[in-house]
């Protein structure tokens, strides 16, 4: 008999296209994924991707099997989260979701302390705020506001993020400041052109976005290297050579801390408005609120 998580794990891998963002997605192991995948793919008898070094592209079969289960297992998961909620009445439980990064920066230090259930998930800003509108998930953190009619979402704002440059301690610096100090911006490009880069899969929007605003132009070039997330590029520049553009409130103790070094902010801000976006007709109001103090606490 087929099993239940070979489904969504498929459903993940579908929807995020490479098995480390459905594994962050799922909270599982990159092998557990495969080994759901292989199964599953053994139980059809039919290849349901093409694995390529950087994608997984879903076969006409993993196609028409995605478009057949896709709405029961919507439907499964808003039966799974309410049934919780109806039966938990003694404990508590929220269901919040927002990018891996800010999760483990600022929640899970926290979680010992919590006094209710947790739920967490990881991904796109728009299938969170979907599963939100759906009674999937009751709290989002997200940069995207999108306004609705008849929605029972209420977005708001708690604090902004400012996407800076940042280079590894061992990197030399020098022009690049001399080019900053000097408004020097074509000088500044060119020098900045000639580093190794570094930038996340899941936010090249920061990149774009912040050339474009301070060079009036689109980015000219692909990064050394596209990891997974932010934390992971930090982690790679600690103590390292090598430049990226990231949120400020991500890397502020590795710079407090001389493991890396804010370069530039940019001659314009380029920021993020954060909002807390929740729904209005949410039961554990005193979880969300412990949930809200500890961002705005911290950030």
């Known amino acids: 008999m087929v099993n239940l998580e070979w489904y969504r794990t498929f459903k993940e891998i579908y929807e995020n296209g490479t098995l480390t963002k459905a594994s962050i997605a799922l909270y599982a192991s990159q092998p557990g994924v495969s080994v759901h995948l292989n199964a599953l793919e053994a139980y059809v008898g039919k290849k349901l991707f093409e694995r390529t070094s950087r994608k997984m592209i879903p076969t006409e079969d993993g196609k028409f099997l995605y478009e057949y289960i896709i709405e029961s297992l919507k439907k499964l998961e808003i039966a799974e989260q309410h049934f919780k909620k109806t039966t938990q009445e003694k404990n508590p439980s929220l269901n919040i979701g927002m990018c891996s990064e800010m999760f483990q920066l600022i929640i899970e230090p926290e979680i010992p302390k919590l006094d209710f259930d947790l739920l967490a998930r990881f991904g796109a800003h728009t299938d969170l705020i979907k599963d939100l509108n759906n009674g999937i998930l009751d709290l989002v953190i997200t940069p995207k506001k999108q306004n609705e ?133 949410l039961k554990y109001k005193k979880e969300l609120d412990t949930i809200k103090n500890i961002f705005t606490s911290k950030m």
């Open 149 to 281: 009619k008849k929605s029972l979402v209420e977005y708001i704002p708690f604090s902004k993020e400012r996407i800076v440059l940042i280079a590894g301690n061992k990197t030399n610096v020098t022009k690049i400041q001399k080019h900053i100090k000097s408004k020097n911006l074509s000088k500044l490009e060119d020098e900045l052109l000639q580093n190794v880069w570094y930038s996340s899969s899941n936010e090249m929007e920061h990149f774009r976005r912040f050339w474009f605003e301070n060079f009036n132009k689109k980015p000219a070039f692909k990064p050394n290297y596209i990891l997974p997330n932010i934390t992971s590029i930090i982690r790679c520049l600690n103590n390292g050579n090598g430049l990226a553009l990231v949120p400020d409130f991500l890397c502020q103790e590795q710079i407090k801390r001389n493991e890396i070094n804010l370069v530039w902010e940019g001659k314009v801000k380029t920021e993020n408005t954060l909002y807390f976006a929740s729904r209005t007709d």
